[in-house]
Structure formats: structure tokens, C-alpha cells
């Protein structure tokens, strides 16, 4: 029995994979590489496959020649090494600059660009494989693990950073969630080599190192009966994720000044503090337009232009706008690049990326704790604009243009999607409560590490929607789990109708 079942989930599962491959294989566009600051991404990679070298130079032979070469840190590594893995034994890797490999319209790049769409296509494979196991993992429950695979296919977008960070993730919470149940160290072992590889592809879950480490020790605290089985295989876990991301921590620490996965802490804490010095009137309107901006409905309008803010409107919010406040972020011209010209008038010429870093993580320190009470309202503002990347650009590999059967179905089926997905934060809080107050510990290891990623993004960042997609199959399983877990509920409380519904046994 137990044998037919592991066949049944492996044929499912792989069912999973190829439809995947397949939608992927007709609507990717494998002539552009859908990702944020690919340039650079595929810059350093390039150079690690020439020179051995993590640097963004585009010309890294003549900056060392003449001495101009500085150390580089403002990038993770984990992406640039998955791309010099799938470019390796390509000779386009070897004559080919980053911009000609990034530009879609440059034919000779196309080859590695393909190479990078089918790896990827695997990777969203294995995804929604993973997000059908893991749920059947956690409920047993066919119908369940099946809608949680058919939703993960339909809620990930066809990008590439992020569906690797989304995998891993997936991997370490699952596993450290089966590490709690059954403790092993091998579980152990492989939840910690997810979460180190995780932390040097996404740098902010840096911090989650630490609040993993903590969450263990509560659970060892709370599970006195169980701690001898737990202690080895949650210590596996912490160390194994530390071996792998503190050599490339230390490395910066000695190199560049910096100890951390990437050098962009001051930069995006910058772009977060210009967003503090908005007014009143267009901080009550963000809200309206990260939720509202994509409704082409008539309330949706109307809600708008009644929430729009005086004297700026919405003008400022606009990412291209020269005076919004990214643009002034960015470009090194706002109220947080004056106050780091105060501090250090000549931080802007130095040649130390640390410390200009530091510098502007400082002036922006300054300048959220003088608007402190805008950042604590535009924490709830950008949390509920990442809310809306679980859902905003799904739908990504279903052949939605088509004017037939086909096509009707995915649009259809891509609403339903997309009106289920913005359910599922909710449900998730509800549920939460509902484990707090039985004291279901397992799917805290689920849960917190999508808390722990909404809350630093909302409260430290400005929280594109990119940011959040991510968390997209572990938002799923868990709402699978919850899901079960409400209909297990009702059956206890309702359990005359359960027992209505069976049949008459003959006498």
C-alpha cells in the first residue's frame, strides 16, 4: 500500500513537471532574460567564468591593467554563480560581452539566453512538483495537494532571479517543517543547505540566520520530551546554513569593509527614507495607488481621484518622474543625499563602496527616525503593495492570448487563480491564530519565514511586487495546510454530520 502510493505521488508529481515544461516551452520568451538588473547579473558571471573574479566590470582585464579595480560587493553571489554555471562549456561565454548577452536584439547572445530559459523552465518545474509534494507531505489529502500544485503553476510569473530564491525557500521551510516532525539529521543537513544557498541569492534573509537559530530554540524549549531527537538535527540545520553563507560574509568583511551578504544595505534603506519625506495627504493616497493603480473598473477610478493627494497628486510616486521619490533616490538627488553631503561632504568621490554605503545608511537612519510616524503608516502601505505581487503578475506560462478553447480556459482560469490567491494572506492569519491557540508548533517553520519576509521588506524597503514572489509556492503549501486543517476542524465540531453521511452499514 505504501509502495502504490509513493508510484501514485511519483507519477503526479513528474505529470506536474512536463505540463510545466511544456506551457513554458510555448509562451517563455527565450529572447530576453526576464530579470531584474540582468546586465550586471550577467556581467559577474562572465567574469567569474573568464578571470575567477565576482566583479560587474565590463572590462575587467584593462581596469586591473591600469589599476582601477576595486573590490565588488553590492551583489549577491548565488545568482551570478547560477548563471556561470549554465553559461560554462558555451563559447559565447568566452567572447561575448554582458550587454550583447542582455540585449534581445543581439543574435549572438540568443544561444546563452536559451540556455538560461531552459534551466530556468526547470527550475519552475521542480517547483510546482515541490509545492504538490510538500502540501501532500503536510495533509495526505489528494484534492488538496493537487489544487496547491495547479495554483503554484498558475500564481508563478516567468522570471528567473526570483523563481530561484522561490525554490529555495520552499526547500528550507518544508524541510525544516519535516525536520520537526520526524527529526533527522540528513532532513536537517538539507533544510540548512537550502537556507545558506537562499541567503546568497536573496541577501535579506541574512537576518533570517539568526531568527531561525531562535525559532529552534524555542521549539527545543517548548518540546522538553522531544529535545534529545531535536537538538542534533536542528544543530545541523543552523550550522550547515552558516557554513555556507559566513565564508562569503567574512570575504566582504575583509575585502570590502563589509560584513554581509551584499553592500546595498545604505541604497535601499536610502530609497525607503525618501519615501518618508512625502506628506500627509500623499501617504494616505499610497495606499490607493499600490492597490488601486492596476483597477481599470469605474470604483476603482473613483476611489482614486477621491484619496488623491493635494498639490502632487500622485505625480511623485511615478518611478520615471525626474522629482518622484525613487528617481531622487536613485540618482543620488534627494533629501537623504543631502543629508549624507552633512554628514560627509566627500563621500560622493570616494572610492570605498563601504563607505559610502555606510554613509548613506546612515543618513537615512537620520531621516527615519525623524519621520517615524510616516514610516510606521508606510509600512502597512508597502506591505499591502507586496500583498499584491503574490497575485499581480501571475499566470505567466498559460497561453492566455489565444482566441480559442485554450485560451478562454486560461483567462478563465487565471482570474480564478488570482481571486484565490488574494485570499490566501488572510486565510493564513486566521489559521494562524487558530494553531497559536491549539499549540500546533510544525507550521510556525512554515509560517514565519513569509512573516519575517513581508515584515523587513515593508518596514525597511519600498517592496516592489518582485519582492514577493519569492514567497509565492510556500504561501500555497501553507495555504493548502490551512485549508486541511479547517475542514479537520469542522469535522470535529460538526461530527453528527459527518456521521449523517456515511452509509448504513447492512446487517
Known amino acids: ?21 511544456a506551457l513554458a516551452a510555448v509562451t517563455t520568451d527565450e529572447a530576453a532574460l526576464d530579470s531584474s538588473d540582468s546586465r550586471a547579473y550577467v556581467r559577474i558571471a562572465l567574469n567569474l567564468l573568464r578571470y575567477g573574479e565576482f566583479h560587474d566590470s565590463g572590462q575587467l582585464s584593462q581596469d586591473r591593467a591600469a589599476g582601477l579595480l576595486s573590490t565588488y560587493s553590492r551583489r549577491a553571489p548565488g545568482y551570478p ?3 556561470a554555471a549554465v553559461f560554462a562549456n558555451s563559447s559565447g561565454a568566452r567572447s561575448l560581452s554582458g550587454e550583447y548577452v ?8 540568443a544561444p546563452l539566453r536559451r540556455r538560461v530559459q531552459r534551466a530556468t523552465s526547470t527550475i519552475v518545474a521542480a517547483t510546482v512538483a515541490g509545492t504538490f509534494l510538500a502540501t501532500f507531505a503536510f495533509t495526505a489529502h489528494w484534492p488538496v495537494s493537487v489544487a496547491a500544485g495547479l495554483l503554484c503553476l498558475m500564481l508563478l510569473p516567468a522570471s528567473i532571479h526570483e523563481l530561484l530564491a522561490a525554490f529555495l525557500l520552499l526547500g528550507h521551510a518544508v524541510l525544516a517543517a519535516l525536520t520537526w516532525r520526524r527529526p533527522r539529521v540528513l532532513t536537517g543537513l538539507a533544510s540548512g543547505l537550502a537556507l545558506g544557498l537562499l541567503v546568497l541569492t536573496k541577501a535579506i534573509f541574512q537576518y533570517w540566520l539568526v531568527a531561525i537559530a531562535l525559532v529552534c530554540a524555542v521549539a527545543l524549549w517548548r518540546e522538553g520530551g522531544r529535545r534529545q531527537a531535536l537538538r542534533p538535527a536542528f544543530a545541523a540545520m543552523v550550522i550547515m546554513a552558516c557554513a555556507v553563507t559566513l565564508p562569503w560574509m567574512t570575504r566582504n568583511a575583509i575585502q570590502a569593509g563589509h560584513f554581509g551578504i551584499s553592500g546595498r544595505d545604505g541604497e535601499l534603506l536610502a530609497i525607503r527614507a525618501e519615501y518618508g519625506r512625502m506628506t500627509w495627504p500623499e501617504v494616505r493616497g499610497a495606499f490607493a495607488w499600490y492597490l488601486l493603480r492596476q483597477d481599470t473598473s469605474g470604483m476603482g477610478a473613483r476611489v482614486m481621484r477621491w484619496m488623491e493627494p493635494e498639490r502632487f497628486g500622485y505625480s511623485r510616486f511615478d518611478r520615471g518622474n525626474p522629482d518622484g521619490f525613487y528617481y531622487r533616490a536613485n540618482r543620488r538627488a534627494g533629501a537623504v543625499a543631502a543629508q549624507a553631503d552633512l554628514l560627509n561632504p566627500r563621500w560622493r568621490l570616494s572610492a570605498n563602496q563601504a563607505l559610502r554605503d555606510a554613509v548613506l545608511r546612515q543618513a537615512a537612519a537620520d531621516l527615519i527616525r525623524k519621520d517615524w510616524p510616516k514610516h510606521v503608516v508606510l509600512t502597512l502601505a508597502f506591505a499591502a503593495r507586496g500583498a499584491t505581487g503574490l497575485v499581480s503578475q501571475g499566470c505567466a506560462l498559460l497561453p492566455r492570448q489565444r482566441d480559442d478553447v485554450v485560451g478562454a480556459l486560461s483567462r478563465n482560469g487565471c482570474r480564478a487563480a488570482k481571486g484565490i490567491g488574494v485570499l490566501m494572506l488572510p486565510g493564513l492569519a486566521v489559521a494562524s491564530v487558530l494553531w497559536w491557540r491549539r499549540q500546533e508548533f510544525m507550521p510556525a517553520f512554515l509560517l514565519l519565514p513569509i512573516v519575517f519576509a513581508f515584515g523587513m521588506h515593508a518596514a525597511a524597503t519600498h517592496f ?15 495555504a493548502g495546510l490551512a485549508a486541511h486543517s479547517a475542514w479537520q476542524w469542522h469535522r470535529c465540531l460538526n461530527p453528527s454530520a459527518e456521521t449523517a453521511r456515511r452509509p448504513r452499514q447492512p446487517r
Open 464 to 478: 516592489i511586487t518582485r519582492y514577493s514572489r519569492p514567497l509565492i509556492p510556500l504561501v500555497v503549501v501553507a
Open 1 to 21: 500500500m505504501f509502495r502504490t502510493q509513493q508510484r501514485r505521488l511519483t507519477v503526479v508529481a513528474v505529470a506536474f513537471a512536463l505540463c510545466t515544461l
Open 102 to 109: 542582455s540585449d534581445p536584439a543581439c543574435e549572438p547572445g
Open 81 to 83: 554563480l547560477y548563471l
